[in-house]
């Protein structure tokens, strides 16, 4: 390396520096700028809960009809979120009846919470939304989230500690009035002509 | 060659350090901010609201506070509450049966016709009672002035416009007209009124104290009118746009007299006891059945649906 810097190296850093004092002072920014980046409190947003309150035009007599949506949740459940996720996914797809039938006999403590859930969401459909039979439903989307945590000690051996997560995860559930979507199962011989068919499917570019 | 790149770097050191403390406004900043600038400043903890209740609880805070001389928050104070509505119709009308079956050329409804308001006594005392406070008062006017109020305040409904319906509706009939209406779509429409309405009936009865006279005229309409009652998702609920029906309603109209801003009101309907029944939902709705003792089964063909007793209400 040279022994002494160029007067363009030297003007060189001095912008690079100038360009990373504007740049933090833009990031640190002035409280109003960094509220802006969070405008909605995203600690309590009640958003699940808000799709319930959609109001739809009348529709036409020649439109298909709309089948209803009702969109239920259960905060801060005292339970993994990844616990929880097992479960969830396990009765996405399928009828009321046969989901709360799976979560009754199941033997995780998530099942009786989320059985629950099924039920209250199923009374509201009858009630508020308009659905006429309570077995006309389906679970079209189940899914868990991350509840606010409490953190704890833990205390270890030789005055160490670690920080102990006290988990809690939220539940949210769809149901939608119909018959459950059947899904077509793809056998394996039709998944093994797809890959040929990809194969076949190849284009050589700038050959002969 | 190490030297010169270290004295390089303490240099570009000591020029950021500079800079940063100098917090000099150069002249390519956007947002002069402050001098001292937090980097963090989303809330990323959360506390349970079960903290700080154990020494709420203790209730020692208080009698300190007392004991120091502070003046805490006071409570019971007292705060004036407007009735600006009675709470029902008071003596309500019955209506005589058969009232819109009668074709008035006949001799019964040229009867009917005969029993007109001037036969009632305290109808008529009441209507003096209403004319000494409001002397424009007319039977005749009046009942046409309900009438518009009834079709004004049912548009307003269609828009769910909240203060025009305050305006036009009394405040024990709000919450009849719009409960479970919030997320529906209601389309009514008022085609045509059959007969002319008429001044059916009229009280006048006193609140808390002697003096606070409250007005309460029914009036007799026959129209004809379109419902339609759609749900959340846009399905029809309830009746239909394209037929009309022939409605034959009695409604209850109040003011509060002595107050000089009061306006009429509608504050209420009499369904009679002889009404005919209403078309049912679109839907099929369970009824709850029998309580069945263990072991008992439950008889299809012997059951009966209860039916509701034909009562006179208002609505």
Request: charge should be positive; glycine fraction near 6%.
């Amino acid at each position: 390396m040279a022994t002494t810097m160029t007067g363009r190296g030297i003007a060189f850093l001095r912008n690079i520096s100038g360009v990373l004092h504007s740049r933090l002072q833009v990031l640190g920014g002035s409280p109003q700028q960094l509220s802006c980046l969070h405008t909605s409190s995203s600690l309590e947003s009640k958003a699940w809960e808000k799709k319930n309150l959609k109001v739809y035009p009348p529709q036409l007599p020649d439109e298909p009809r709309r089948p209803a949506e009702i969109h239920h949740s259960r905060r801060q459940i005292k339970y993994s979120k990844d616990k929880m996720w097992y479960l969830a996914k396990m009765i996405q797809g399928l009828s009321i009846d046969e989901a709360i039938a799976q979560l009754e006999f199941n033997d995780k403590k998530g099942a009786k919470i989320m059985k629950e859930v099924l039920l209250e969401a199923q009374e509201k459909a009858v009630k508020n939304h308009n659905v006429e039979y309570k077995s006309n439903l389906y679970v079209a989307e189940s899914y868990s989230g991350k509840g606010r945590y409490l953190k704890r000690i833990r205390y270890h051996g030789r005055g160490m500690f670690g920080i102990m997560d006290k988990v809690y995860c939220h539940y949210f559930v769809k149901l939608v009035e119909g018959s459950p979507p059947k899904t077509v199962e793809k056998t394996s011989l039709d998944q093994a002509k797809q890959y040929v068919q990809n194969l076949k499917n190849r284009t050589i570019i700038h050959s002969l | 060659m190490a030297m010169p790149m270290r004295r390089t770097l303490v240099a570009l050191h000591r020029a950021t350090c500079r800079r940063l403390t100098n917090a000099e406004v150069s002249l390519d900043v956007r947002h002069p901010g402050p001098l001292f600038l937090p980097v963090r400043t989303k809330k990323r903890y959360f506390i349970p609201p079960a903290v700080g209740m154990k020494a709420k609880m203790e209730g020692f805070t208080e009698a300190k506070a007392r004991a120091a001389g502070i003046v805490g928050k006071q409570e019971n104070i007292e705060r004036p509450i407007n009735i600006s509505c009675t709470a029902g119709v008071f003596d309500p009308y019955i209506p005589p049966e058969g009232d819109a079956r009668l074709s008035t050329l006949s001799k019964e409804g040229l009867k009917q016709r005969a029993e007109q308001i001037r036969q009632s006594a305290t109808s008529q005392l009441a209507i003096r009672k209403i004319k000494e406070h409001d002397s424009l008062f007319k039977t005749r006017d009046f009942a046409e002035r309900a009438q518009e109020i009834f079709v004004e305040a049912h548009n307003a409904l269609t828009q769910f416009n909240k203060e025009k319906l305050h305006s036009l509706v009394t405040e024990r009939c709000y919450p009849e007209m719009t409960r479970g209406n919030r997320y529906k779509t209601i389309r009514w429409s008022f085609i045509e009124s059959l007969e002319p309405p008429r001044v059916v009936h009229a009280r006048c009865t006193d609140m808390v104290t002697k003096g606070n006279v409250y007005g309460q005229v029914t009036v007799r309409m026959h129209s004809r009118q379109s419902l339609a009652i759609y749900d959340r998702f846009g399905r029809l609920m309830l009746g239909s746009e394209e037929q009309p029906k022939d409605v034959l309603e009695y409604l209850v109209i109040e003011r509060h007299l002595v107050n000089p801003y009061s306006r009429w009101r509608l504050h209420g309907k009499i369904v009679p006891s002889w009404a005919p029944a209403k078309d049912p939902i679109i839907k099929t709705v369970m009824i709850p059945g029998p309580k069945l003792r263990p072991g008992e089964e439950f008889d299809a063909l012997n059951h009966e649906v209860p039916k509701p007793a034909a009562v006179q209400w208002y609505k």
